[in-house]
């Protein structure tokens, strides 16, 4: 499958289109700081990162369109102190302008955290990002606990990337993040990239709580390492609780690597099928975003 192909896909498989629970806008300034850390994916990470999607953001936005995307959760991330509340500022902004999008928020432990993230979510922000990798922050924070609470009172799904992939960080694994789920067991999280490395682990908090779902960001394409043995299966015992992400645009590869991955999936396991599809692309990011009829993908 091609980008090209995307869109009639989906439409094939009775969707009005998909939901896409994990993608990026930011700032020009900060995405060109963002891109240029790509540019040098191989002191990093030790491989090439070029990104595919390297255009200008009504150019970005006219592609995920194109692809069939009705709605999308343009995540920001904050790296220091005193970025998160003028990015949530911007990203509310963007949101309320670009057919789509659905407004987001995002933090980091500082004084006034909780009052700016509740300001946020007062303000329609339906999902919160949390980048623990690459904030350098342990989430376990006392700064942070209250905003955890905010979350999950709010009922909006956090996206976190908290596993070691594509790297180990200063706080990353989900062993860690679970001490978070074990103070705020209705929280409900989304382990971005399924945890990666970490996927049997990542299931195994899902089996733990109720409200843990895993997205599928870059898990399955064959720029990362192969899915280990035993994953499909894991999969197939809660395909309710998967949704899709793609990390458009910061991508080194077509948007449709990773719908061909899922599609793949489904092929492998007869508890899949149409159905796990139709929840993964669509209804279940859907629901998590509370996009609840058609006026909601615009």
């Known amino acids: 499958m091609r980008d090209g192909d995307v869109a009639q896909w989906v439409a094939g498989l009775g969707l009005p289109g998909l939901v896409d629970l994990h993608v ?28 595919h999607y390297r255009f200008d953001e009504d150019e970005r936005v006219r592609i995920l369109h194109g692809l069939g995307v009705v709605a999308f959760a343009p ?116 382990l971005a990239h399924a945890g990666m490395p970490d996927f049997d682990l990542a ?22 390492d192969p899915l280990p043995d035993g994953f499909i299966s894991r999969l197939a015992g809660h395909a309710d609780r998967i949704a899709l992400g793609t990390d458009f645009p910061n991508i080194p590869y077509e948007y449709a690597r990773q719908i061909d991955a899922i599609a793949g999936w489904a092929e492998a396991n007869a508890q899949l099928g149409d159905s796990f599809l139709r929840a993964v692309l669509h209804d279940t990011p859907a629901r998590l975003l509370g996009l609840t009829d058609q006026a909601d993908l615009r």
């Open 24 to 51: 990026h806008f930011l700032p020009e300034p900060v995405l060109r700081k963002v891109w240029a850390y790509f540019d040098n994916a191989r002191e990093h990470y030790g491989m090439d990162w070029p990104v």
């Open 75 to 190: 995540l920001v991330y904050p790296h220091k102190p005193g970025m998160a509340e003028w990015l949530n500022d911007w990203v509310r902004d963007f949101a309320a302008s670009t057919p789509g999008a659905v407004p987001t928020a995002t933090l980091f432990p500082e004084p006034g955290v909780e009052t700016y993230l509740a300001r946020a979510l007062a303000d329609g922000a339906r999902c919160v990002k949390a980048h623990v990798q690459v904030g350098a922050y342990d989430p376990r924070a006392s700064e942070l606990d209250t905003s955890w609470g905010l979350i999950a009172e709010a009922g909006v799904p956090l996206v976190i990337h908290c596993g070691h992939g594509p790297r180990p960080g200063a706080f990353t694994g989900l062993d860690v993040f679970e001490e978070v789920l074990k103070r705020h067991p209705r929280l409900t999280a989304v």
């Open 203 to 224: 299931f195994d908090l899902v089996e733990r709580y109720p409200n843990v779902h895993i997205d599928t960001t870059m898990v399955g394409v064959d720029f990362t």
